[in-house]
């Protein structure tokens, strides 16, 4: 739990640009520190939005050091997991698979859930006054008193710190490294959520369909609602000129795959489908400058195919968090936050590239992980690694 300490960083003010999952967990786990925490979404209001995700052990428990208790709430909002599904594309089960070894061996199970649901959760704990939304940052300058951010519409706001928390594009990290477009990674995604009666899955269990250089992910994710992800290879991306296009593409996609898959997709309104390529950046060596540094997709935005983007993002919330409490001096936290963070990031940034193309090829085609070569570790013990993540207490 996160309590004001009397070695915490003497700042007043903090902007959080960014009102995603990871603002929102930070401006929660911020304000328990005793700081006057803003947050700036360019989103004019919080719609229902994203699709359907995995939380893992390692980021569930970041969210019950940040916010006790909030776990039960998720859980209510979202499915918890207890077995996966191999399907082929005909819909047919190849092979399930127990994830209760989840809550046997960290203590915490696997939950899927929708991205809207989670961010209205956090959304309740962060007070109304202290989220601004239609602010889109567009800059900021700093001196050695404070960081002055830049809206569109000239907004202006003042702040002792800033932490740029606004995803794969972010304005923050742009004007601190310049680091330009993210990295396309060659296949492209089409996801929505949905509210179904559905005979793929019983409920509690998480299905994969594999097909050749494209698969699908079904997600339930609690109180009726039902989340399917398709993806494919596509080494030259495109956007459809709109949605009933996009849904007419996945139908074209999937049209020798099984009926009832289909009817999932066919039963979807356009509007909710989701289309986007698949990106990531490569690694940065530093993340902060001055009174500002980054968390979450602005830091490291990494391929889904571990499913970490999120569960990682709460793993920078704790660990800032702690390190506010920790040191008194900014570059003192903010040069701990990096010496804690960007390593574990890097390689999970990393095996996610290669796993996410690993997706696309046959047992036959795969070659051995240089990032788990590297680390001499096997993939059974990298998970480990990845999921037995232990929160800095404060
Ligand atoms: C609408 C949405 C839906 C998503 N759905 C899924 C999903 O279904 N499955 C999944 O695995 N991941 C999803 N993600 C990504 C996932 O949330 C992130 O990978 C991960 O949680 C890291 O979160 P983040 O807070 O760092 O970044 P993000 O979740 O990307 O949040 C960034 C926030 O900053 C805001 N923002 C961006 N630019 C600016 C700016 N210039 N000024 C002010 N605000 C700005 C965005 O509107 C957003 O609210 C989604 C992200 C968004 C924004």
């Given at each position: 739990m996160?309590?004001n300490t009397?070695?915490a960083?003497q700042?007043?003010?903090i ?23 803003q ?11 994203g ?6 052990p ?14 039960s709430?998720i ?21 399930t ?8 061996k ?7 859930v ?13 007070p109304e006054?202290?989220i601004?939304l ?7 300058t700093?001196?050695?008193n ?12 003042r ?14 990290r742009?004007t601190?490294f310049k ?6 990674l ?5 996801r ?13 269990e998480?299905?994969?369909?594999r097909?050749?250089?494209e698969f699908?992910?079904?997600l339930n994710?609690?109180?009726g609602y ?9 080494p030259?991306?495109f ?6 296009v ?10 020798h ?7 999932l997709?066919?039963m ?5 489908i ?58 003192e936290?903010f040069?701990?936050?990096?010496r804690r ?14 796993a996410?193309?690993?997706?696309y ?5 795969k070659?051995p992980?240089?990032?788990l ?6 993939n059974?013990?990298f ?12």
């Open positions: 996160y309590t009397q070695e960083i700042v007043n003010k902007a959080i640009v960014g009102a995603g999952l990871g603002g929102l967990a930070c401006a929660i786990a911020l304000r328990k520190l005793g700081y006057d925490v947050v700036y979404e360019k989103a004019k209001d919080f719609r229902p939005v699709g359907g995700f995995g939380l893992l390692n980021g569930l428990k970041c969210l019950d050091a940040i916010e006790p208790g909030i776990v709430l859980k209510n909002s979202g499915c918890e997991v207890s077995q996966s599904v191999l399907k082929n594309n005909q819909g047919e089960t190849i092979r698979n127990k994830t209760a070894r989840y809550q046997d960290y203590g915490l199970p696997l939950i899927t929708w991205w809207w649901h989670l961010q209205q959760v956090l959304v309740s704990k962060v006054n202290n601004h239609n602010h889109r940052c567009i800059g900021f700093q001196d050695d404070g960081v002055d951010i830049y809206f569109d519409d000239d907004k202006k706001v702040a002792d710190l800033l932490i740029g928390a606004d995803g794969i594009n972010s304005a923050v742009e601190l680091d330009g477009k993210a990295r396309y060659g296949s492209m995604s089409w929505a959520v949905i509210k179904c009666d559905q005979q793929l899955l019983n409920p509690g998480l299905g994969v369909v097909s050749s250089r699908m992910f079904l994710l609690g109180n039902f989340s399917w992800l398709y993806r494919q290879l596509l030259n991306f956007l459809s000129p709109n949605l009933d996009a849904k007419s593409e996945v139908l074209s996609k999937i049209a795959w099984g009926k009832p898959l289909q009817q997709v066919e979807t309104p356009s509007e909710r989701l289309e986007a390529p698949i990106y990531d950046r490569p690694p940065l060596d530093t993340w902060s400058n001055g009174r500002v540094t980054l968390l979450g997709d602005a830091a490291h935005p990494m391929a889904p195919a571990l499913a970490q983007g999120t569960n990682t993002t709460f793993e920078d919330v704790c660990e800032l968090a702690w390190c506010f409490a920790q040191y008194k001096n900014i570059s936290a040069n701990n936050y990096e963070r960007i390593d574990r990031t890097r390689i999970i940034q990393n095996r996610s590239a290669e996410e193309m690993d997706n090829k046959t047992q036959e085609e070659s992980s240089l990032v070569q590297q680390l001499q570790m096997s059974e013990e998970q480990d690694w990845i999921l037995s993540y232990q929160p800095p207490t404060i």
